[in-house]
Structure formats: C-alpha cells, structure tokens
C-alpha cells in the first residue's frame, strides 16, 4: 500500500507499533529468565505487564478515531531488536556481564519504542485526535520510565558487578 497522507501514515505507524508490542510480549518472558540479578528480572516481567497495558491503550486509540483499523504488518525493527537479545543471551554466559548485555539490549528496545511513541503523539496532535495523543503520550512517559529504571539497575548494581566480574 502507498501511503499518500498523514492519516495513513499514522495508521502504518500504529499498527507498526502495535506489532512491535505484540513481539515484546512474546520476548519479555525470555529476558526475565535470562536475567541474574533479581531487579533485573523483576523489572521486565513489570514491563510484561505494562506493555500488556500498553497494547490495550493502542485498542483504546483505534476505538477512538472513526472508520481506523489496524493493518496487519509486522515491525521488522523490533524482530531484529528482540534477535539482539537472544543472540546476548545465547552468547553470554548467566551473571553479571548478560545481564548488562541484556540492559544494553533493552535499553535498545525501549529507545525505539520513545521514538516510535514521540512520533505517533505528534502526529496525532497535528490530526486533531486529542484522545488518541494523550493515550500515546501515557505510553511514552511509562518508556521513558522504563528506560530510566534500567539505566538506574545498570549504573547501581549491574555494571558494577560485572566490572568486578572482569578480572582486571
């Protein structure tokens, strides 16, 4: 499909969205078993919760504007973010430094969900879909907080941790 205005594109980049959280579903689970440290691990199987939260938001938006449906597309940005987790933790042995790799890994995710969020909530204040922009722009605050939550593990316990693990 060529998209031809701001209302499609904000329609592509909804349900592109939409598909990214979908994965993150799938791959949250993964990381938390993955995690050694137990703020870690407690922190995405938080955000399990809230990006199921978040999905629901998204259904709200779509109730929100008339005539919008969703495309099925999938998001191939976050199907190679979500491969740079297992690929850290598939070649990381447990401890200290995976987690950090996973913090990494996650910190990716959570950047691009800002960009993705950022986005939609402007396009949806210059199309006039106040209910839509304030639903987006709770999810982009609750990702700016988890990318904060993760550099704060990373900085206070992680990276230490690993930094001690190192051997130099």
């Not at 994965?23 to 691990?41: C, F, G, V, Y």
């Not at 709200?60 to 005539?67: C, F, P, T």
């Amino acid at each position: 499909m060529q998209i031809k205005t701001l209302e499609e594109l904000f329609k592509h980049l909804l349900s592109d969205t939409y598909s990214a959280e979908k994965q993150l579903i799938r791959a949250l689970p993964k990381l938390a078993r993955a995690a050694h440290d137990p703020s870690l691990e407690e922190a995405f199987r938080s955000h399990l919760e809230e990006t199921r939260g978040q999905i629901e938001r998204i259904d709200a938006v779509v109730e929100s504007i008339e005539g919008l449906k969703l495309a099925r597309i999938k998001c191939v940005a976050m199907e190679g973010l979500v491969e740079e987790g297992a690929e850290i933790i598939e070649s990381i042995n447990e401890g200290p430094v995976r987690d950090a790799g996973l913090i990494a890994a996650a910190q990716k995710v959570e950047h691009y969900e800002i960009a993705a969020y950022g986005t939609l909530c402007t396009l949806a204040h210059q199309l006039g879909y106040s209910a839509a922009k304030q639903l987006l722009g709770e999810t982009l605050e609750e990702e700016k907080a988890a990318d904060s939550k993760l550099s704060t593990i990373a900085e206070s316990t992680v990276n230490p941790d690993a930094d001690n693990n190192s051997g130099r």
